[in-house]
């Protein structure tokens, strides 16, 4: 079996917006570009650090996993980041900032529907109608990521470097 091209960094962007900003900082230099899928091997500005953007074909989690399972079929990496994904979380976040959180919430992951009678009350009739129960699911950002980001604010030799990101 042939060995597959390896990435340290697999981006993706879900939104074309997103991907013209981050274009801006990761400028293309090599087109792998399927029929359907915007992929470039992009510049990082270090030779040691080999970087594929993607783009999803529309917003949300389920095209998030889609594209990126088929960039894992064709390529190995060594981290997958998301861009784009927590820009309604808070007016003070703008395109390109990095966020991260210690826990995520996902409420719609297993969520389910079942027909519920409900009543209108415009009419006072019985009608047709669903429930819908939300499942929590959480999900935990690894410590490593955590320490790393925490280490890059606090250590001396560090922290200049950070201000300047």
């Not at 989690?61 to 861009?83: P, Q, R, W, Y």
């Not at 009543?119 to 009608?127: F, K, N, R, V, Y």
Request: aromatic share 10%; net charge negative.
């Amino acid at each position: 079996m042939a060995s597959k091209e390896y990435f340290d960094l697999l981006i993706v962007v879900p939104l074309e917006e997103e991907l013209h900003e981050v274009s801006k900082v990761f400028r293309g230099i090599r087109n792998l570009s399927t029929p359907t899928v915007f992929r470039y091997a992009v510049d990082t500005g270090r030779d040691d650090i080999t970087a594929l953007m993607v783009q999803q074909p529309e917003m949300g989690k389920a095209s998030a996993a889609k594209t990126v399972n088929e960039a894992l079929a064709e390529f190995d990496f060594g981290l997958i980041v998301c861009v784009g994904i927590a820009g309604c979380l808070t007016g003070d976040l703008n395109l390109c900032d990095v966020c991260y959180s210690r826990t995520i919430l996902d409420v719609t992951e297993n969520a389910k529907a079942e027909d519920a009678k409900v009543l209108d009350e415009a009419s006072e009739s019985d009608g047709d109608g669903m429930k819908i129960f939300l499942s929590p699911t959480f999900f935990d950002t690894p410590q490593e990521i955590t320490a790393a980001l925490n280490f890059c604010r606090t250590f001396p030799e560090l922290r200049s470097i950070y201000e300047d990101w």
